[in-house]
T-cell receptor, first 114, second 111 residues
Framework: DAGVIQSPRHEVTEMGQEVTLRCKPISGHDYLFWYRQTMMRGLELLIYFNNNVPIDDSGMPEDRFSAKMPNASFSTLKIQPSEPRDSAVYFC????????????FGQGTRLTVV | DQQVKQNSPSLSVQEGRISILNCDYTNSMFDYFLWYKKYPAEGPTFLISISSIKDKNEDGRFTVFLNKSAKHLSLHIVPSQPGDSAVYFCAARGTGNQFYFGTGTSLTVIP
């Protein structure tokens, strides 16, 4: 299996622009997670889905952030409008409901908003 | 509010010695605890886990200890090797199969 695939790997955008991050989870996994990594908060859970349905989006920082999972093999995280403080590495992860192995992470998208 | 905390941002250890990484949590409903390892420009990868009904789990050089009364867990690496140099994240599993992570500890193993 190719693992969790995220695109793009790097994104540089201007403040105010819309940014869309993409994720393809591991085939067969029924949970998908979006995380943001910052120095202050570490790996921060933004939202997670089960069987394509959003379960908890309480970690989404503001209404500027939205996430969708239209099918089992694709999810997007959108920021509109983007701000410099959104600059971070965003990770997507997927898992089965197997307690001992946790989630498998993609390589992340490094977002820079200038 | 951080439900999982790692209070040591960094740790340096001599090769061959023991590395001890610590983690505290606040939610007594967590039922599984995990450690992940992260190299630069890569995503975190699973290292070892422990169920809340156990107090120790060992896998080769890696051992995780859980103290439920103190809401504290630790990862021991013995002996430490230069290839162990990475950022280590502690994580806890919530009731909905979601995973909460700490801020990470950067481990440097000095040859």
């Amino acid at each position: 299996d190719a693992g969790v695939i995220q695109s793009p790997r790097h994104e540089v955008t201007e403040m105010g622009q819309e940014v869309t991050l993409r994720c393809k989870p591991i085939s067969g996994h029924d949970y998908l997670f979006w995380y943001r990594q910052t120095m202050m908060r570490g790996l921060e859970l933004l939202i997670y889905f089960n069987n394509n349905v959003p379960i908890d989006d309480s970690g989404m920082p503001e209404d500027r952030f939205s996430a969708k999972m239209p099918n089992a093999s694709f999810s997007t995280l959108k920021i509109q409008p983007s701000e410099p403080r959104d600059s971070a590495v965003y990770f997507c992860a997927s898992s089965l409901r197997r307690r001992d192995r946790g989630a498998f992470f993609g390589q992340g998208t490094r977002l820079t908003v200038v | 509010d951080q439900q999982v905390k790692q209070n040591s941002p960094s740790l340096s250890v001599q090769e061959g010695r023991i590395s001890i990484l610590n983690c505290d949590y606040t939610n007594s409903m967590f039922d599984y605890f995990l450690w992940y390892k992260k190299y630069p420009a890569e995503g975190p990868t699973f290292l070892i886990s422990i169920s809340s009904i156990k107090d120790k789990n060992e896998d080769g050089r890696f051992t995780v200890f859980l103290n439920k009364s103190a809401k504290h867990l630790s990862l021991h690496i013995v002996p430490s090797q230069p290839g162990d140099s990475a950022v280590y994240f502690c994580a806890a599993r919530g009731t909905g199969n979601q995973f909460y992570f700490g801020t990470g500890t950067s481990l440097t193993v000095i040859p």
